[in-house]
């Protein structure tokens, strides 16, 4: 006899929300906090990456052809041409060795320099993502969780640090990042799609910080179980704001655009918490919503 429930269980899995809503929603909520959304995303921004602000930093270290005296500028050598050695073949031929044993070395003490501080400082940009960057993006999603139903409060940002889970809020980021690296390795697709799997954990953390990481990656997979593809198609329609950013240096980005992605991704995380609590995969008592002064 066929299960009756087996149709019921597949139709729970089936989308409950459309872009067309999520989005209205998204612009009815930023009329309450506007200009505190802006300030919010651009410091998520800044901290944590968490949006795009076309602002290649790289561009600081890409001109290596500044010279002095012709040498480009960490070749410390260069002034040993200056001397004045006799006009002599041997004495020549000696000094030439010399000079090129010199500015082998001199180029080599620079380039392992420049790579020591280049290791230096992607493990100081990596431990601050971890410490203050992580954390402050899950307090952005409590700010706009929590303007859903009134106004939220610029200190929301600090939730992570005064939650006191802010170790277990730190861990599960850490592994996020962690898992998506190495599922990215297998041909790039996989980690896009277990990036879209793991996107409702900023929203769990920030809701309950201190959920345990396995029940936190448990909730994020059921939530999305089935709605990946419609989260893709949600990101992709937000392609043309994301041009408008491009074309205006991210002036654009800053002012409009990132709260109004950020608003609209809240709105996603209420939808498919709905979806997760109407199935019973969770209960309020797990996810005790946003209300209260944290």
């Given at each position: 006899m066929p299960d009756m429930n087996a149709g019921k269980e597949k139709e729970s899995y089936k989308v409950m929300w459309t872009r067309a809503e999520l989005k209205f929603n998204a612009k009815s909520m930023l009329q309450r906090c506007f200009w505190m959304a802006v300030v919010v995303c651009l410091i998520t921004a800044v901290f944590s990456s968490e949006f795009e602000t076309n602002y290649n930093f790289s561009d600081r270290f890409s001109d290596q052809n500044n010279s002095w005296y012709?040498?480009?500028?960490?070749?410390?050598?260069?002034?040993?041409?200056?001397?004045?050695?006799?006009?002599?073949?041997?004495?020549?031929?000696?000094?030439n060795n010399v000079l090129g044993i010199i500015k082998s070395v001199g180029s080599l003490g620079m380039a392992t320099l420049f790579l020591g501080l280049g290791l230096w400082l992607s493990l100081m940009s990596i431990l601050f993502y971890i410490f203050i960057g992580a954390?402050?993006?899950?307090?952005?999603?409590?700010?706009?969780?929590?303007?859903r139903e009134s106004q939220g409060r610029f200190e929301m940002l600090l939730y992570a640090f005064r939650?006191?889970?802010?170790?277990?809020?730190?861990?599960?980021?850490?592994?996020?990042?962690?898992?998506?690296?190495?599922?990215s390795l297998l041909f790039i697709i996989p980690g896009i799609v277990?990036?879209?799997?793991?996107?409702?954990?900023?929203?769990?953390?920030?809701?309950?910080p201190g959920i345990p990481m396995d029940r936190a990656f448990a909730l994020t997979r059921e939530m999305t179980y089935g709605?990946?593809?419609?989260?893709f198609v949600l990101g992709l329609s937000f392609i043309?704001?994301?041009m408008l950013g491009a074309v205006t240096c991210g002036l654009a980005n800053i002012l409009y655009v990132n709260p109004y992605i950020a608003a609209t991704y809240a709105e996603l995380y209420t939808a498919l918490r709905g979806n997760a609590m109407h199935r019973g995969?969770?209960?309020?008592?797990?996810?005790p919503g946003f209300y209260g002064a944290w």
């Open positions: 012709g040498e480009s500028w960490w070749d410390t050598s260069w002034y040993l041409d200056e001397f004045d050695v006799p006009d002599n073949f041997a004495v020549r031929s000696i000094y954390p402050l993006l899950v307090g952005a999603k409590r700010f706009f969780m929590c303007n939650s006191g889970h802010f170790m277990n809020v730190v861990g599960i980021m850490l592994v996020v990042g962690i898992k998506t690296f190495l599922w277990k990036s879209y799997e793991y996107s409702m954990i900023p929203y769990i953390l920030a809701e309950n709605q990946k593809g419609d989260i043309l704001w994301k995969v969770t209960n309020s008592f797990e996810l």
